[in-house]
């Protein structure tokens, strides 16, 4: 039984009600590590509800959330992150008064447990000094590095959000629509960093356009209402009637109307 491996991320009967209203209807899901998930479901489906659960902002009414298979439903969303997982947000969620640099360095010397308090010896944290230079690089920010963040291209700030999240080292992460409002063009770029900076991590995205989910997944989760009625390859929920019926068929439809 206790052979099997242990999953990055689990979720057992997960459920979540908001009032009388249950949101999240039982969901369970077991990622492994190193696999790359998208999440995709028709709007108010609960996806990002389903990440608040895991990232901790909400407790589950019910089940359980296991990351590599230490249980954290319950526990605090930077507890978490000092477990491993690390998320980022629909909305930007960046100081725009700080350079890219700065923004950078508070997320590592965070994720190294500095606090406030300890910021005046900034010039003599080297490790963070150096850590921050090389995610400036990864993100392709590099000679954006004093400008701050609020005079940055919209995609240069998803980039610079890309790079906080990763910035402790975290193994899964989890990304909410970080495409959302970009180009065709800028996307396509915009993946590839992706695939970059989180290769050999675990990763679960939130994501709308189907190009997308298809170039960039391992595995698709399609949640609908709630639920999670598709756990598999892209080939196979391409495939899957039920997909088909609940989402896919429409939404590729409104993708090649040219909606998404
Ligand atoms: N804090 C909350 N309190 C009450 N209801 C909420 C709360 N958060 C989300 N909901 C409701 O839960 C449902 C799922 O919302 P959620 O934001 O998870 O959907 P989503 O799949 O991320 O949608 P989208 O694709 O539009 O981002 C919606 O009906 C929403 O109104
Ligand atoms: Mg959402």
Redesign the pocket.
């Known amino acids: 039984m206790s052979q099997a491996q242990t999953c990055a991320l689990e979720l057992k009967d997960v459920r979540k009600s ?2 009388k ?1 249950e ?1 999240i209807r039982g969901v369970n899901l077991a990622v492994q590590a190193g696999e790359r998930v998208a999440v995709i ?12 659960l895991i990232s901790g902002r ?1 407790g589950p009414s019910s089940g359980e959330v296991l990351l590599h298979g230490q249980r954290i439903d319950g526990k605090k969303p930077y507890e978490i992150n000092r477990m491993g997982l690390s998320r980022s947000f ?1 909305i930007t969620n960046i100081f725009p008064k700080l350079s890219v640099f700065e923004n950078l360095r508070c997320a590592v010397l965070w994720s190294l447990g500095y606090r406030y308090t300890f910021f005046k010896f900034l010039a003599d944290l080297e490790d963070a000094n150096e850590r921050t230079e090389q995610l400036l690089e990864m993100i392709r920010l590099d000679k954006k590095r004093d400008v701050l963040a609020v005079n940055l291209t919209y995609a240069e700030q998803r980039a610079l959000e890309i790079g906080v999240t990763i910035a402790g080292g975290a193994s899964v992460i989890l990304l ?2 970080p495409t959302a409002g970009m180009s065709k063009s800028e996307t396509a770029r915009f993946i590839h960093l992706i695939r970059e900076v989180t290769e050999g991590k675990t990763l679960l995205t ?1 994501e ?1 356009d189907m190009g997308v989910v298809f170039g960039l997944a391992d595995k698709i989760a399609v ?1 609908v209402y ?1 639920e999670v009625i598709a756990f598999d390859t892209p080939e196979a929920v391409r495939a899957n009637a039920k997909v088909q019926e609940a989402y896919l068929g429409s939404a590729v439809a409104d993708a090649q109307a040219g909606g998404h």
């Open positions: 908001f009032g209203t949101i479901g028709p709007n108010g489906a609960g996806k990002s509800t389903l990440f608040n909400f629909q909410d629509e939130v709308h949640v709630g």
